[in-house]
């Protein structure tokens, strides 16, 4: 079992950054896959960015490639989202996830995920 913990969201103005954290309890992260979604106000979950286990290699949505990175820092159990030169369609609430078991189902999808995080709320004004 892994819990998660997201943290970092709250208001800020176009063009600005904000930085979340997602903080793992109860197992270490190298050995799963870590991401983070979003979902806007009567809209589907929409993927963000991915960090794959082991490697750490990652992988983003057109939306946010060139904008955001995922980090994340094994020996502290915390995934970070960098958001830079946010954009008011950027407003949603971001949720961080992780998956341990099968890569059957592509990264890019909530329904392979095992745990997530509560969510925490982005603004962007414009």
């Known amino acids: 079992q892994v819990q998660l913990v997201d943290s970092g969201g709250g208001l800020v103005q176009a063009g600005g950054s904000l930085r979340l954290s997602c903080a793992a309890s109860g197992r270490t992260i190298n050995t799963y896959d870590m991401a983070w979604f979003r979902q806007a106000p009567g809209k589907e979950r929409e993927f963000v960015a991915h960090?794959?286990?082991?490697?750490?290699?990652?992988y983003y949505s057109d939306s946010v490639k060139g904008r955001f990175t995922i980090s994340r820092d094994n020996a502290k159990t915390t995934v970070y989202l960098q958001m830079n030169s946010l954009k008011p369609e950027d407003t949603a609430v971001y949720y961080c996830?992780?998956?341990?078991?099968?890569?059957?189902?592509?990264?890019?999808?909530?329904?392979?995920?095992?745990?997530w995080g509560q969510g925490t709320q982005v603004t962007v004004s414009s």
């Open positions: 960090s794959r286990r082991i490697s750490g290699s990652t």
């Open positions: 996830a992780a998956r341990g078991g099968s890569l059957a189902v592509a990264p890019t999808i909530p329904q392979g995920y095992d745990y």
